[in-house]
């Protein structure tokens, strides 16, 4: 029974990979499949070894699989188990304590039993947030009010933001078209009304680039404010108004940052006076006031996200060299960002009021921007979420309090919520005691907002301290640079393999070429996979036709030069031999190196959309009783005694991701007791067994007899040809029919 249990498991993936490797042209899209197909069997492994009945046939195709997943809500969950894309969940102690989600959406607070969300919360609370606005259009296309405190329209065009903000299609989606029509028609003498219908004329112009009214329709409102804003150190509502104050300016900021991105510049100087402005009327405690006085949050918000647009359209137009040192470490650029850290250190120790829909806003833009998940020590977004979620009415209004009424509070809590919880694409490492790390302060936070047009969507990346929690290295992947050797500690260096195990790819650069950060990075490698066990595992020149080059069809004129470790299956470390930071930090899109990056991010998550903050792989179900069942599993080892043992530890973290899974849908723990020697006096005793590798296998008379004795003594084989290694899956089938019999797939 167990022999034959085996036997059609193996079948099945050994005629899956014959689907993936006859069609070449297709490899990234069928090796996750491949992935997909190998976790759904496993699993109905796991369910028969405790005496489950799977609903999971295991003779089935590819596309069966995939309809099956579709079916039962884990579309996308499954490939997340092996190395080919990260892991993107949060730690085991958080799974357990979100792992109750209701099927219904609730008005009255988060839809877990403790308080908890996950990212279906997060879609459910924006598509009722949307709806309900869009609910509230009148007739001609405009949102009704009530008391509104400082600009008429406000609502309308806040909503509408809210819904391009949210993918609405200014073509399609009729909602949104009546309240273009309404913006287009009315026009306020409001700063606050003109900025943000700036935004929403560019927002919608990336929908549609060719409409003329659109463009013309900024080009308005971007003269509107140059023209407002006069001589005067900022703006305030009126163009009449002879004074200034910081929540009004950082609109205007806004509105004049939305005509830039659709190519409409603003007035010389305009950038560097704005920077003057904010560092000037900065608090002596590092915060800002409304005009001159005491520090608030909201305010504090408002000079942050401003300064963060101010270098990157000022101050950050230059890079790190080697030759001329740093250019952001004097000057005003240095003034700018010491004011930014001392903005950040306020709000560090002060925060702000989770359940104002002005403050969610402004956190969200400040974090946003600032590349920082965590502020004050807090998750910003979990916590602004948390408050949105309690607040959410049952018709899907988000009465918040603050600036304006419901209907705006919804939409500024909308917003947060698009941009907040976008997918993470990287994350960069902060390491050491000074800023070697960030010698190009802005490089991954431009090529980020680049690659928003790629995606179509949002996109986040975080710095990531080298000692933060394991969770938060969550993005796909992780980039290191600097000019000095950094000196990991081996501690940090299992954190960043154990990042690598769970699928990330890690890039790293040397800044302007650094000789020493080169030497550090290929001694990285061997540190982390030693040459003496991981033999396959060092740095060799990227192919040409990788499809780290190729995934997207592009004509490379200077290909960037890189040198790549792989482990068989997949590259998983690169190091540049260029310099693509530097033109991350410049912002030169045109360069190659944007192309290279928007590779990397589709090769490693094998072309695949990528996952919202907080998203797991559980169904979005309630979770089954705990019971007393448990399940042990162990990995065989196999290969000659001096073989290194890179090979049948490949994907090593795969059985410990099953475990959440398993524990939600049976209520049964996993235990994974790590490599099993058969033929030890002391081999640990387990259920299940798996049997893995991208070579050749070679298992001895001694380990084929303790297998069959456990074989016959009820436990369960998984075999699994890893990433549908062709020389494993025809080296494991010859191996299965001479040693245990025929093999025969089940009914």
Known sequence: ?????????????????????????????????????????????????????????????????????????????????????????????RVMRNAAPSRQPRGDGPSRQDGGFRESDIRRARERAIAHLQSCLAEDGSIQEGIVHYSEGAATVMGALAMLAAGADPESDPALRRALEWLRKNDQENTYFRAVRANVWEYALRRSPEDAQFRAALQRDADWLVNALQDKEGWRYLKTSSDWDNSVTQYGVLGIWAACRAGIEPPEGFWLRMSRHFRQCQNSDGGWGYQQGGSSANMATAGLATLFLVFDMHHGRTSYSASNG??????????????????????????????????????????????????????????????????????????????????????????????????????????????????????????????????ENPLNWFSVAIDAP????????????????????????????????????????????????????????????????????GLRALDPE????????????????LRAASDGSRVFFVLSDGNMSRDWQMNHTHEES??????????????????PRFHSVLPDTLPSPSRDTAITVGRLVHGPADAPASDWRIGEPATRAFAPFLRHIHGIDLSDVGPVDLCTTNAPTVQVLTLTGTGGLTLDANATAALKQFLAGGGTLVVDAYAGSPQFARDARAYITRELGELVPLP
């Not at 989770?354 to 946003?368: A, C, F, P, Q, S």
């Not at 990056?597 to 990528?610: E, H, I, K, S, V």
């Open 470 to 537: 394991a969770e938060d290295f969550e993005a796909p992947v992780l980039f290191i640079s600097g000019a000095a050797a950094p000196a990991f500690t081996d501690e940090q260096v299992g954190k960043l393999r154990a990042y690598v195990e769970r699928g990330g790819l890690i890039l790293a650069e040397p800044s302007d070429g650094s000789e020493a950060f080169r030497v550090a990075m290929e001694s990285l490698v061997g540190k982390l996979f030693p040459p003496e066990q991981f033999s396959a595992h």
């Open 546 to 561: 990788h499809p780290i080059y190729t995934v997207i069809p592009h004509p490379w004129t200077a290909r960037p030069a």
């Open 1 to 93: 029974m167990a022999t034959n249990r085996s036997v059609s498991i193996e079948t099945c993936i050994q005629s899956s990979n014959k689907k993936v490797l006859n069609e070449r042209n297709r490899s990234m899209t069928m090796k996750t499949t491949i992935v997909k197909y190998t976790a759904v069997v496993a699993f109905a492994a796991l369910q028969a070894a405790v005496g489950e009945p799977s609903q999971i046939p295991l003779n089935l195709d590819v596309q069966q699989v995939i309809q099956i997943e579709q079916q039962q809500g884990q579309q996308g969950e499954f490939r997340n188990i092996q190395a080919n894309q990260i892991i993107q969940v949060p730690g085991q102690q």
């Open 594 to 611: 944007f192309q290279l990056a928007m590779n990397l991010l589709f090769y490693t998550t094998d072309q695949g959309a990528l996952h």
């Open 326 to 455: 740093n250019p952001f470490a004097s000057g005003e650029a240095a003034e700018c960002l010491t004011a930014i850290s001392r903005g950040m250190a306020w709000l560090d120790n002060n925060g702000g009021d989770n359940n104002d829909g002005y403050y969610l806003y402004g956190i969200e833009r400040t974090g946003v921007a600032s590349g920082r998940k965590v502020i004050g020590g807090h998750d910003w977004f979990r916590d602004g979420m948390l408050s949105i979620l309690q607040h959410q009415q049952a018709d899907g209004s988000i009465p918040l309090n603050g600036y304006g009424n419901t209907r705006i509070n919804t939409a500024f809590a909308s917003l947060f919520m698009v941009y907040g919880g976008a997918p993470v694409a990287f994350n960069k490492l902060q390491y050491g005691d000074n800023q070697d790390w960030n010698l190009n302060p802005r490089d991954v936070a431009n090529v980020t907002r680049h690659l928003w047009g790629a995606y």
